[in-house]
């Protein structure tokens, strides 16, 4: 079964990224064949892109690169930070 990762905005600290995982599975019973989803949310901050791949890697999730709040990670931790030191230094 395949698990998807997404980058999201935390519901409970707005501006915060987070991420979310999503499975769906099927399944056959008595009533026939129908697909059952299990979703997860880790209020867990994420500080960049290079981190989510590594969380995606490490747990096998497959990772969604799209998204506002994907967009707004910066490719490496540190960067974002040593861009505003660069802004604020001009």
Same mark, same amino acid.
């Given at each position: 079964?395949?698990?998807?990762?997404?980058?999201?905005?935390?519901?409970?600290?707005?501006?915060?990224?987070? !991420?979310? /995982?999503?499975?769906?599975? /099927?399944?056959?019973?008595?009533?026939?064949?129908?697909?059952?989803?299990?979703?997860?949310? !880790?209020?867990?901050?994420?500080?960049?892109?290079?981190?989510?791949?590594?969380?995606?890697?490490?747990?096998?999730?497959?990772? !969604?690169?799209?998204?506002?709040?994907?967009?707004?990670?910066?490719?490496?931790?540190?960067?974002?930070?040593?861009?505003?030191?660069?802004?604020?230094?001009?």
């Amino acid at each position: 079964m395949a698990v998807s990762m997404h980058v999201v905005w935390s519901k409970c600290e707005p501006g915060r990224v987070i !991420y979310e /995982t999503h499975s769906i599975e /099927t399944v056959t019973d008595g009533s026939g064949v129908h697909a059952t989803v299990d979703s997860h949310t !880790y209020e867990i901050s994420l500080r960049s892109r290079a981190q989510a791949e590594s969380i995606a890697d490490e747990e096998g999730f497959e990772l !969604y690169r799209k998204g506002e709040a994907w967009e707004s990670l910066p490719e490496e931790e540190g960067l974002a930070e040593e861009e505003g030191l660069s802004e604020e230094s001009e």
